[in-house]
C-alpha cells in the first residue's frame, strides 16, 4: 500500500509540476461552457428571406409586415420579379423566396385557395426544412386568423411544454457538453501517460521495481479520477453561472454516473498508450477514437436519427450511455434506479476495459 500512495504522490506531484495540465483544466471547461452552448443549437434563427409581392394588395402587405416581423426571418429585399430574388439567393445574401401570387387577395375573397410559392436553398437540408416548415405554419395562421376564423379562436389550445418549458435547447446541450470535456481530458490525456514513461526511458526501471501491474496502473488514473471530480463539479458551476442551468437530479447521481464513466474513458487512454511506442502514434489512435465517439453519441445527431447498423454500433460506445442518463438528470431529475440500464452497461464496459488495461500492460511490458 505505501507503494502504491507513493506512486500516486508521484503523479500527482508530476501533474501538477506540468505548465500546461492546470491551465487546461481550469480554461477548457470555462472556453467550452460558455461558448459551445451558444453556438451548437440546432434552432434555426434570422433566415433571410426576399419576398416577392406580386398582388400589392392590403392583404398581402400586411402578410409581408407579419413576416419581416417574425424574429426567426429578416427581410433581405421586396423586388419586383423572381428572377430578381433569385439572385439574391445565387449570391448567398437570401435563404428563402417568398413569391405572393397576383390576384391572391381576390381569390381567398372568393374562397379559393391563394397561391404563395416558397423557394428555399436547399444546400442545408436542415435548414431549408425548417425554415420553410415555420414560413408555412406563419402563413397557415395568418390565413386562418384573418380569413377564416375558426371555432378555436375565443377558445384556445392551450399548450404545456414539460421538463423544458422555456424551449431553451441550451439546458440540452450543456450535460453533452460536460461530457465532450470529461471525454477530452480523462480520455485523451491518459493515453499519453504510458508512453510518455517509454519516451523517457523510465518504464524500464519501473519494470524491474516490485511494483505490481495493478498498484502501477491505479497510480496511473488515480490522479485522473481525481481530476475528473473536480472538472464535473467545476463545469457543473460553470453551466449554473453562465447560463443558469442546473441539474433537475441530485448531484450525487450525476456523481456516480460520471465515475463510471471516468473509469471506463482513463482505462480505453491507457489502453491505447500500452499499444503505442510514441506521443504521436497515441495522440492519433486516440484523436480516431475520440471523432468516433462522439459522432455515435447522439452529441448532436439524435440516435434515433442514425442508420440501423449505426444505432447498433452506438451501443457499444460508452459516451451515448453517459450523455443519455446525464441529459435525463439535468432535464427530467431522474434518480440512480430510474437510470440503472445505463449504470450497469457502464459498469460493465469499466470492468472490460480495466481489465484489457492491466492485461496489455503485462504484455507490453514482456
Not at 452552448?37 to 400589392?56: G, S
Not at 471525454?183 to 490525456?189: D, H, Q, Y
Not at 505490481?212 to 453551466?239: D, E, N, Q
Amino acid at each position: 500500500m505505501r507503494i502504491w500512495f507513493y506512486l500516486i504522490e508521484k503523479e500527482m506531484k508530476q501533474m501538477m509540476r506540468s505548465v500546461i495540465l492546470p491551465v487546461v483544466f481550469v480554461l477548457l471547461p470555462v472556453m467550452m461552457m460558455n461558448v459551445v452552448p451558444r453556438i451548437a443549437t440546432q434552432e434555426v434563427k434570422n433566415l433571410n428571406i426576399v419576398i416577392v409581392d406580386n398582388d400589392h394588395s392590403t392583404l398581402s402587405q400586411r402578410l409581408v409586415q407579419k413576416l419581416s416581423a417574425s424574429a426567426w426571418f429578416r427581410l433581405v429585399d421586396c423586388p419586383a420579379t423572381y428572377a430578381a430574388a433569385e439572385e439574391h439567393i445565387k449570391r448567398g445574401t437570401a435563404d428563402i423566396i417568398v413569391e405572393i401570387a397576383s390576384d391572391l387577395e381576390r381569390s381567398l375573397m372568393r374562397g379559393e385557395d391563394g397561391a404563395i410559392q416558397i423557394s428555399a436553398n436547399a444546400t442545408n437540408g436542415t435548414k431549408s426544412g425548417l425554415g420553410t416548415s415555420y414560413i408555412s405554419q406563419m402563413i397557415a395562421d395568418f390565413a386562418l386568423s384573418t380569413l377564416h376564423p375558426s371555432p378555436f379562436t375565443n377558445h384556445p389550445v392551450a399548450t404545456r411544454f414539460l421538463y423544458n418549458q422555456r424551449l431553451d435547447y441550451k439546458i440540452y446541450m450543456i450535460p453533452a457538453v460536460i461530457a465532450m470535456i470529461l471525454t477530452l481530458l480523462m480520455g485523451f490525456l491518459p493515453a499519453l501517460n504510458i508512453v510518455m514513461e517509454k519516451e523517457r526511458g523510465t518504464i524500464e526501471q519501473i519494470n524491474v521495481t516490485p511494483v505490481g501491474r495493478v498498484a502501477f496502473i491505479l497510480s496511473k488514473v488515480v490522479p485522473y479520477w481525481l481530476a475528473g471530480a473536480f472538472i464535473l463539479f467545476y463545469s457543473m458551476l460553470l453551466g449554473g453561472l453562465f447560463h443558469d442551468i442546473w441539474p433537475a437530479g441530485s448531484v450525487w447521481t450525476v456523481f456516480v454516473l460520471t465515475t463510471l464513466f471516468i473509469v471506463v474513458a482513463s482505462s480505453l487512454g491507457l489502453v491505447v498508450s500500452n499499444y503505442s511506442d510514441t506521443i504521436q502514434q497515441a495522440a492519433l489512435v486516440m484523436y480516431f477514437f475520440l471523432v468516433v465517439f462522439l459522432l455515435l453519441s447522439g452529441l448532436l445527431t439524435p440516435v434515433g436519427s442514425m442508420p440501423g447498423w449505426a444505432q447498433l454500433l452506438t451501443e457499444l460506445n460508452p459516451l451515448r450511455h453517459f450523455i443519455e442518463p446525464l441529459r435525463i438528470v439535468y432535464v427530467k431529475g431522474a434518480s440512480l434506479a430510474e437510470l440503472a440500464p445505463y449504470l450497469w452497461r457502464l459498469a460493465l464496459m469499466g470492468v472490460l476495459s480495466s481489465a484489457w488495461a492491466l492485461w496489455s500492460y503485462r504484455k507490453s511490458s514482456s
